[in-house]
């Protein structure tokens, strides 16, 4: 059975970091590519970056470009996505995906 479940959300003040781990199950983790999405109050999910199952590649979107890092431990089957410079607007329950499946979400709240 895949599931995933993410962790690390919070409270944080304009500017600070936070980093999000996406623990993954039930599947051949190293050669899956693994996403990130969010969802914001009243908002459609947007996806916010992604990571090839050898991290060779990753992908982000320009909202986030050079504020969020995505990387992964293959031994540990964990994905992690860094996230500095937050902005208010960074507000969200943010989820991983892959193998078609979700995890549950994690929130993260940026404000003073």
């Known amino acids: 059975q895949v599931q995933l479940v993410e962790s690390g959300g919070d409270l944080v003040q304009p500017g600070g970091s936070l980093r999000l781990s996406c623990a993954a199950s039930g599947f051949t983790f190293s050669m899956k590519p693994i996403y990130w999405y969010r969802q914001a109050p009243g908002k459609e999910r947007e996806w916010v970056a992604s990571i090839s199952g050898a991290s060779n590649f990753t992908y982000y979107a320009d909202s986030v470009k050079g504020r969020f890092t995505i990387s992964r431990d293959n031994a540990k089957n964990t994905v992690y996505l860094q996230m500095s410079s937050l902005k208010p607007e960074d507000t969200a329950v943010y989820y991983c995906?892959?193998?078609?499946?979700w995890g549950q979400g994690t929130q993260v709240t940026v404000s003073s």
């Open positions: 995906q892959g193998m078609h499946t």
